[in-house]
């Protein structure tokens, strides 16, 4: 056999059960075991562009940090009611990512108040160290969406003021 040729249908080895037919199924991997999920905390450290981008958040924003991840150091303004996540293009953030659902999670915000919401996705979404299907996000929260490590930061003007 020619090495350089490709082969027929009928050399290919298939799976048991696996007619070669697609099912439009989902393509997202699971993302390793649970030792991979344990939670470490980022420290505080963020540079001065990091700094200088939340204290610039106007009142009922926030920002998303990418901590870590295949686009380690992005930022992501939440000013809308709704924010969609996950591998689909049309996501408003998209992490291409095969440990990303499409439609892996809404942040959802009413007032000054943000919330995650997953959507029943495949590697589940995290907060803090725990795998959540809705959570309420405070300053500093950390999210895990596949493997993306990610902070949330509400604008200073919305926290609370020390008495």
Not at 22 to 33: C, K, L, N, P, V
Not at 69 to 79: K, Q, S, V
Not at 119 to 125: E, F, I, P, V
Request: without cysteine; glycine residues 10%.
């Amino acid at each position: 056999m020619d090495d350089n040729r490709r082969p027929d249908s009928g050399e290919i080895r298939r799976l048991p059960g696996d007619d070669g037919a697609d099912r439009g199924s989902d393509t997202t991997q699971t993302f390793g075991h649970d030792a991979d999920l344990s939670f470490v905390p980022f420290g505080s450290a963020l540079n001065t562009a990091e700094l200088e981008a939340i204290d610039a958040l106007p009142s009922g924003a926030a920002l998303l940090l990418v901590r870590s991840g295949p686009t380690a150091g992005a930022r992501y303004l939440l000013d809308t009611d709704v924010t969609t996540v996950g591998r689909h293009p049309e996501a408003d953030i998209f992490f291409d990512d095969v440990t990303v659902s499409r439609r892996h999670a809404e942040i959802t915000r009413q007032g000054t108040a943000f919330e995650l919401v997953d959507q029943r996705s495949l590697n589940g979404t995290y907060v803090n160290g725990e795998r959540v299907d809705r959570a309420v996000l405070t300053n500093g929260s950390e999210l895990r969406v596949g493997k993306f490590r990610l902070n949330f930061f509400v604008s200073p003007a919305d926290l609370p003021q020390a008495g």
